[in-house]
C-alpha cells in the first residue's frame, strides 16, 4: 500500500552512507516505529528531501527527489529506506550528500510518492534505464520477483563506463537469485565490454534494431523507461515505432542538474493579478490572486505553505492538481502521462492561467 496522497515531512536518522561509484552514494535512513506506516511505500515510489543549505545560499531551502531503490515494505511499513544520490557539478544537495553527510545526522523526508511504479502481477515486463534511473526500476524488479513467482523482467541499462555503473552489485545478486526470470543487458556509451552489445549510447535508430533480437517486444506486458530525458525520449519513440500501444510504457524523468534553479525575477508585492486561483488541499479551500508571471502553484504557496510540490521543474509530478474549471498553459510536462492529461490534470507548478478564474483541486 502507498502513501497518502499528500506527504508530510519527518526527521530521520541517517544510518549509513556507502560509496557506489566515485561518484555516487547510497543513502540508508532509519525509520522510527511511529512513522513506519507512514513510510509504506510501492516499489518505484521516491522521497523527497528537505535541506537548508549553508555557505553561499545561506539559509536557502532546497527539495530534491530521489527513488527508493529497495524491495517494498510489508504492511506494517519500512524499518530503513535506501536511495541513491549521484554527484552533480554545482548540485547543492548532491555536494552535500556525497562529501559532508555522516551516519548520525539528520535530514528532513517526505512520505512517499509518485506514480512510476509496478504492483507484482504475473506477466513479463521490460525497463530501459539510464544512469541513475537504475534506482527505482531496481525496486519494481526486486519487489515482482521476490513476490510473483509467474513474472519475468527484462533489464537493458546504459551507463557511461562499468565504474560508474550505480547497484552493479545488487543487479547482480539478482541475477543470481532469479537466472531464468531475470535478463539484464548491460551498455556502455564509452568504454567497450567483451561481452554484450557493442558500446555507444542508445538512440532511438539503436534501439529499434537492438530490442526485437533481445525480447519479444510486443508480447512485454509494461515497459519502464527512466533516466536523462533523451534517452526516455528516444525509447518512447523507438516502441512506437515496434507497435507496442503506449499504454504500456510508462516513464520517469531524472533531473539532468541538481543545482539550485536560476532565481525567479523579483516580483513586487503589488503586482498586477492576472487573475484567480482556487484551491482544494486537504479539504479546505482557498481562492487568492496570480499576480504577473507567478505558476499556479507559487500563488498558492504564498497563502498554503503545505501544498505539495519537490521539484518545480515539471518532472517529479508531486504538485499534480485536478483542473476543475478554467483553462491553463503548462510550461512544460515531464511527469504526467497521456491518460492523466486527458483525465484533467496539470502540474501546478509549471501552469499559467490562461483564463481570469481557474480552480485546483489537489485532492483527487
Known sequence: MAAARHGTFHRLRVASVEPLTDDAVAVTFTVPAGVRAAFRHAPGQHLTVRHTVQGVLQGAEIRRTYSVCGEA????????????????DG???????????????????????????????????AAIVGGSGITPVLSIATTLLAREPAARFTLIRSDRTTASTMFLE?????KDRYPGRLQVVQTLSREEQQAGPASGRLDERRLTGLLPALLPVGSVDGWFLCGPHGLVLAAERALSGLGVPR????????????????PAPPRSATAPARGTVTATLDGRGGRWPVREGDSLLEAVLRNRPDAPYACKGGVCGTCRAFLVSGE?????????????LSAGYVLACQSRPVTEEVELDFDR
Open 328 to 340: 491553463v498553459r503548462m510550461d512544460r510536462n515531464f511527469a504526467l502521462e497521456d491518460d492523466e
Open 247 to 262: 499504454d504500456r510504457v510508462h516513464q520517469e524523468i531524472f533531473h539532468v542538474e541538481d543545482g539550485p534553479a536560476a
Open 73 to 88: 515494505p510489508g504492511p506494517d511499513g519500512p524499518s530503513t529506506l535506501r536511495v541513491g544520490v549521484r554527484l552533480v
Open 170 to 174: 545488487e543487479v547482480a545478486d539478482l
Open 91 to 125: 548540485g547543492a544537495f548532491s555536494t552535500y550528500a556525497f562529501k559532508e553527510l555522516r551516519a548520525g545526522d539528520e535530514l528532513e523526508v517526505m512520505t512517499p510518492a509518485g506514480r512510476f511504479v509496478l504492483e507484482p502481477r504475473p506477466g513479463h515486463f
